[in-house]
Nanobody
C-alpha cells in the first residue's frame, strides 16, 4: 500500500522560508513524477511544482523564482523549499506522485502552510 508522509508545514511570517518533505513508501511501481499542489480556502487546487524522473522541473507561475523542488531518489522523497513566502501562499499543500500513464496516482493528506503579513 502506497503511503505519502508529508512534513514541514507550519506558520511563518511574510518573507520567511519553509521546507516541505514528502516521503513515499510501499510503491511497487516506478514513480515518474513527484510534485506539490496547493489549495487555499475557497479556491481550486493548483499546481505548485513537479519534478520528473529525468530531472525536468515545472513550476506554477505564482511561485517561480521563490520555490525550489528537489528529490532524494534513494529515499523516494520530494522536497519543496519555499522562500520569500507571501500571505497568498497560505494553503494546504499536497504531495502527489504518479506514473506518466496515470495508472498510479497518489496524493498525500496535506500539510498546512500559513503565512502571516
Amino acid at each position: 500500500q502506497v503511503q505519502l508522509v508529508e512534513s514541514g508545514g507550519g506558520w511563518v511570517q511574510a518573507g520567511g522560508s519553509l521546507r516541505l518533505s514528502c516521503a513515499a513508501s510501499g510503491s511497487a511501481f516506478r514513480i515518474n513524477v513527484m510534485g506539490w499542489h496547493r489549495q487555499a480556502p475557497g479556491k481550486q487546487r493548483e499546481l505548485v511544482a513537479t519534478i520528473a524522473s529525468g530531472g525536468v522541473r515545472n513550476y506554477g507561475d505564482s511561485v517561480k523564482g521563490r520555490f525550489t523542488i528537489s528529490t532524494d531518489n534513494a529515499k523516494n522523497t520530494v522536497y519543496l523549499q519555499m522562500n520569500s513566502l507571501k500571505p497568498e501562499d497560505t494553503a494546504v499543500y499536497y504531495c502527489n506522485i504518479y506514473t506518466y500513464d496515470r495508472r498510479y496516482d497518489y496524493w498525500g493528506q496535506g500539510t498546512q502552510v500559513t503565512v502571516s503579513s
